[in-house]
């Protein structure tokens, strides 16, 4: 059973820049996928980056190639997401989720989630 706990959301100003950072326990970390989601008031929750099991391959939705950077430390079992040039359409909760089953960062078959962090982007 793989247990997450994210942190370092928070309220920024347009433009800014946030660190997520997810804590992960149980299972080999090391060994599985590890990927972040969002989920926006009155949308559906929507992927926003994967990574590998050794962080050597990443995948990105287009909404924020380019400004967000997935990365994990596998020696901590940690996952982070730096998110950079932030907009207001950033809003959102913003969920940390594994894949124990494979060590891939195209799957998105996740199956284990984080309870959330709020991520709020001011104009």
């Known amino acids: 059973q793989v247990q997450l706990v994210e942190s370092g959301g928070g309220l920024v100003q347009a433009g800014g820049s946030l660190r997520l950072s997810c804590a992960a326990s149980?299972?080999?970390?090391?060994?599985?996928?590890m990927g972040w989601f969002r989920q926006a008031p009155g949308k559906e929750r929507e992927f926003v980056a994967a990574?590998?099991?050794?962080?050597?391959?990443?995948v990105y939705a287009g909404s924020v190639r380019g400004r967000f950077t997935i990365s994990r430390d596998n020696a901590w079992n940690m996952v982070y997401l730096q998110m950079n040039s932030l907009k207001p359409e950033d809003t959102a909760v913003y969920y940390c989720?594994?894949?124990?089953?494979?060590?891939?960062?195209?799957?998105?078959?996740?199956?284990?989630w984080g309870q959330g962090t709020q991520v709020t982007v001011s104009s």
């Open positions: 989720a594994a894949d124990p089953r494979t060590g891939s960062a195209y799957t998105r078959d996740f199956g284990s």
């Open positions: 990574i590998n099991w050794s962080g050597g391959t990443t």
């Open positions: 149980g299972g080999t970390f090391s060994s599985y996928a």
